[in-house]
């Protein structure tokens, strides 16, 4: 089970909230609220038909999630 620690870094919470002043647990709620799960254990199986073809230069999948997540909420707004 991971450390909320190491969701953060996992999911790129400094550069997502940077200068919002949230503790890690605000940023959580609010990155499970962008990534439309309600748990990080979801995220998975969540997003396991998403397929990515263009990695070339070693982006982590979550960071490319995170990423469309926010396009997607900027959309919406």
């Given at each position: 089970m991971e450390t909320l620690k190491e969701i953060a870094v996992r999911f790129k919470f400094k550069?997502?909230?940077?200068?919002l002043g949230w503790d890690l647990?605000?940023?959580a709620n609010e990155m499970l609220s962008l990534?439309?799960?309600s748990d990080f254990s979801?995220?998975?199986s969540a997003y396991s038909n998403?397929?990515?073809l263009f990695?070339?230069?070693?982006v982590e999948?979550?960071?490319i999630v995170v990423w469309l997540s926010l396009c997607r909420?900027?959309?919406e707004v």
């Open positions: 550069e997502v909230f940077k200068n647990r605000h940023q990534l439309q799960i979801m995220f998975e998403l397929v990515v990695k070339e230069d070693g999948f979550e960071a909420e900027s959309v």
